[in-house]
């Protein structure tokens, strides 16, 4: 099926490091989630944008909805070991139900 | 409150055998999901219920799966003559409508082993 195109795939960092990640669509998008996953469990929902330009933060994250509406960013401040896991944006068109999600990007933090 | 359930945790079934995955939903939520996600890949998209609407059956990848929501809140996904193919996650997600937009939040997810 249809997905966003996410990046990166995935990345090492250090603690205490920043990480940014981005999705872009081909689609002009009224939604844009964010979601971590960790092994064996479903994704949790971080961040929900409903608003161009919107820039929304939750705890250390922090995520916007780009201005063009095809496009969505998360940032993660001074990054911590629990901070590995997969992080998937997910996106909606207006007047549509489905949402399109990205192939995630796989964080892990060395210590 | 309570978030979205589903049941069992881990199912694995021997291949042409049926099965049922349960999702119970957060109480209130109008819309439910069920997504599929295979070993390191995105979610794919199954089926989604709202309120008395017809479901959208358009993401069921053949006729061996169906889905029924009963009352509104309950949803199970049945498999019939389960492939290997079919061994994945399944994902149920329900949602609602609050502020500037609509939330989906995920069960834990039913992992199927075909063997």
């Known amino acids: 099926g249809q997905q966003l195109n996410q990046s990166p795939q995935s990345m090492f960092i250090q603690e205490g490091e920043d990480v940014s990640m981005n999705c872009t669509s081909s689609?002009?998008?009224?939604?844009w989630l964010w979601y971590k996953q960790d092994p064996g469990e479903g994704p949790v929902l971080l961040i929900a944008?409903?608003?161009?330009?919107e820039l929304t933060s939750n705890g250390r994250l922090t995520a916007q909805f780009g201005i063009t509406r095809k496009d969505s960013f998360l940032n993660i401040s001074a990054s911590i070991p629990s901070d590995v896991g997969i992080y998937f944006c997910?996106?909606?068109?207006?007047?549509?139900?489905?949402?399109?999600f990205g192939t995630g990007t796989r964080l892990k933090v060395l210590a | 409150g309570a978030g979205v359930s589903q049941s069992p945790s881990n199912k694995v079934t021997e291949k042409g055998k049926d099965v049922e995955l349960r999702c119970d939903p957060i109480?209130?939520?109008?819309?439910l999901y069920w997504y599929r996600q295979s070993l390191g890949q995105g979610l794919e998209f199954l089926i989604y219920?709202?309120?008395?609407?017809?479901?959208?059956k358009s993401g069921l990848p053949s006729d061996r799966f169906s889905a029924e929501r009963t009352g509104g809140s309950v949803s199970t996904l049945t498999i019939q003559r389960t492939q290997q193919e079919d061994s994945a996650v399944y994902l149920c997600?329900?949602?609602?409508?609050?502020?500037?937009?609509?939330?989906?939040?995920f069960g834990p997810g039913t992992r199927l082993l075909v063997l």
């Open positions: 944008l409903y608003k161009a330009g």
């Open positions: 219920f709202q309120g008395n609407s017809a479901p959208d």
């Open positions: 689609s002009i998008f009224n939604t």
């Open positions: 997910a996106g909606r068109t207006a007047g549509t139900y489905k949402y399109i």
């Open positions: 109480s209130g939520h109008t819309a």
């Open positions: 997600a329900s949602s609602y409508y609050a502020g500037g937009g609509e939330t989906q939040y």
